[in-house]
């Protein structure tokens, strides 16, 4: 038999310290309450002098700047190069800032910190490599996610803050829900797993995907990794993993996908934290039942292929930038509160700085192979219909999208659903590729992942 595929995994803490800025809202906010800790997961292959790292972060998003310099220091470090390194965001809204998102600055020294973490993170996974055996399991778990993008009916108005006319859709619509028509748009239910054992049965890892964008059952300011770490808490428990186990979950295509159920608003528990512990725990004793059924394999090839598309940029127009202007000057974004009179004043800034964009940028699209695993990688927030257009025309049915991966330049809706409008399609920073970009980087990932 051949034992020339190797594996480890490890785990850093990058737990910001109480005080550090915490984005994604429309506002900044501080850390003032520590959950549970978060890290910098890493899970490093090997076969045939080809080697793979995959890094999971808990943090809400990081930049393709950011992390091509950390891509650099783990090549120095590892000898693994930048191209056959993936390192994703999980998306929880609930740690520290190294990117401007909205309202929400970038703390600069957390920045610092973190890359340096992650990259030990890799560096420790690689010192544990060992014989290893590998196998891939999924199962739907439709009852966790839906669509929380709506058609809304008479009456409604879903008021657009960039354009000050009425959307199609309305995302999260809290208040209206009398006013609910339908949900928008198809979600993606699958739990998808590469699971990782040594030779003598001793689990090293596992790297799990879901496409539902986070929990949030907390008050801003906690810092959770949220319900990817109670699946990583209890799926280790459910194996029966020893210590050193890394259990990985992240983001797949979730851009239009949460657990905010404005159709059915009672069905989880209201407590802080506790939604999410619903979650976690019912998605690991799923996939624990699934794993009974794997078959595990050893002689497997490792490749990875990488490359960049270009997208055009969704800029204002002159007269929309002077609009933006003239309210930006007007307001004292200090005192702002990001209630529904407020989108207005947080979009007219961000049309200030969308001006200063290049008309054209590049984006990463990454797809490594594992044996007859396929793991696609892109730096952004995509809906289900991406990812299950890939699931259905790659490879064998052994296929999964990261999103937030090498980079992060917020939504890529489909075309048609920007023209419907609603949160996710509405222009700034984090929403900012013109309506062709997602079928660009759909047929781009498909080829150099076929």
Known sequence: MNHSFLAGAAQVDITPPLGTIINGEFVAFYAHTIHDPLFSKALVLQNEGVQLAVVMVDICAMDKEFITEVKKDINVLTGIPGDNVLIAATHTHYAGSILDLLGGPCDLPYRKNLGKKIVQSVVDAKNRLEPAKIAFAAVDVPEHVVCRRYFMKPGYKAVNPVTGELDIIKTNPAGGEDYIDRRASEVDPELSAVAIQSMKGEWIGLLANYSMHYVGDCSNGTVTADYFAVFARHIAANVKAGESFVAMLSNGTSGEANIWDFLQPDRYPKEAHQKKEVIGRDLAAKLSNALQNIKWETNISLSANFSYVTLAVRKPSADEVEAAKKIVAQTDYRLINPDVEAMGKIYAREQVFLNEYPDTIEFPVQALKIGDITIGALGGEFFAETG?????????????????????????????????????TWRCRTSHIKEEGEDIVRNALFEIAK
């Open 388 to 424: 299950l257009s890939l699931k259905k025309n790659i490879g064998t049915g052994k296929y999964f999208t990261i999103t937030m991966a090498n980079g992060y330049i917020g939504y890529i809706p489909p075309a048609h659903e920007i023209e419907k409008g609603g949160y996710e």
